[in-house]
């Protein structure tokens, strides 16, 4: 939880510019409420409006920013058994129509396997034969 306050920084905000424009927001709708339970200018939002945005972008802000935080401090081992179990892509269709996949072995351990595929036009996706 204290890594979410920790991310408000913009200049951690930066690396993700959605998040950070709606940081930006709320630090506005913000200062606007602030400005408006001061001044009490004519024409303006009534204040409970300006004050429930904020504080929904603020919570906006604040959970994505735990979400990530969780994410961070999760994909430690995770990562490891889903690897496993799933057969991962390697390398792009190489100019001789071979590809390259690594598939789970047996011991735990990964083997490189290398299908031969030809090349179907721009768009398309070319499938490997069956093994």
């Given at each position: 939880m204290r890594d979410s306050f920790l991310k408000l920084d913009p200049r951690v905000q930066i690396k993700n510019p959605v998040m950070f424009v709606v940081e930006v927001g709320s630090l506005l709708t913000t200062i606007l409420w602030l400005r408006d339970r001061?001044?009490?200018?004519a024409g303006a939002a009534p204040g409970w409006f300006t004050l429930?945005?904020?504080?929904w972008l603020w919570f906006t802000v604040v959970f994505?920013?735990?979400?990530?935080?969780?994410?961070?401090?999760?994909?430690?081992g995770d990562d490891l058994v889903a690897a496993e179990d799933r057969e991962e892509e390697i390398a792009a269709?190489?100019?001789?129509?071979?590809?390259?996949?690594?598939?789970?072995?047996?011991?735990g351990?990964?083997?490189?396997?290398?299908?031969?595929?030809?090349?179907?036009?721009r768009g398309q996706r070319p499938e490997p034969p069956g093994p």
């Open positions: 001061i001044l009490h200018p429930t945005v904020s504080i994505a920013n735990f979400a990530e935080a969780v994410a961070e401090a999760g994909a430690g269709p190489a100019a001789d129509g071979l590809r390259a996949h690594l598939h789970p072995g047996g011991d351990g990964q083997t490189p396997v290398v299908h031969q595929v030809t090349l179907g036009r």
